[in-house]
C-alpha cells in the first residue's frame, strides 16, 4: 500500500504561481511513476504531467510551458510548479503514484482556485 498526501492548494490571481507537494508513504519501493491529475467541475479527471522513476516526463499540451513536475526520490516527494496559472486551470488536482504490480493509488486531492 502506498499513501499519499498532497499539499500546496489554495487561492491564486491569474498569472501567479502556486507549488503543489505530494509525501508518499508506505510501500514506496513500489513506484514506479508518479503524476498529477485535475477534475474541473463537470468535467473529466485529466492528466496534468507525470514523471517516472527514470525521470522521463509526459505533460499536457496545455500546461507544458507553464508547469513543471518534479521529484524527490529520497525524500518520496513529488512536485508540481504552476506557473503563469489561468482561470481555467481552477480544479482539484490529485496526485497519483503507481507501482510495479499495477496498481493505482490516489491522494485526497487539493483545491487550486484561479481567479480573473
Known amino acids: 500500500q502506498v499513501q499519499l498526501v498532497e499539499s500546496g492548494g489554495g487561492l491564486v490571481q491569474a498569472g501567479g504561481s502556486l507549488r503543489l507537494s505530494c509525501a508518499a508513504s508506505?510501500?514506496?519501493?513500489?513506484?514506479?511513476?508518479m503524476g498529477w491529475y485535475r477534475q474541473a467541475p463537470g468535467k473529466l479527471r485529466e492528466l496534468v504531467a507525470s514523471i517516472s522513476n527514470g525521470g522521463i516526463i509526459n505533460s499536457a499540451d496545455s500546461v507544458k510551458d507553464r508547469f513543471t513536475i518534479s521529484r524527490d526520490n529520497v525524500k518520496n516527494v513529488a512536485y508540481l510548479q504552476m506557473n503563469s496559472l489561468k482561470p481555467e486551470d481552477t480544479a482539484v488536482y490529485y496526485c497519483?503514484?503507481?507501482?510495479?504490480?499495477?496498481?493505482?493509488?490516489w491522494g485526497q486531492g487539493t483545491q487550486v482556485t484561479v481567479s480573473s
Open positions: 497519483n503514484a503507481g507501482n510495479y504490480f499495477g496498481n493505482n493509488y
Open positions: 508506505g510501500s514506496v519501493r513500489s513506484i514506479n511513476g
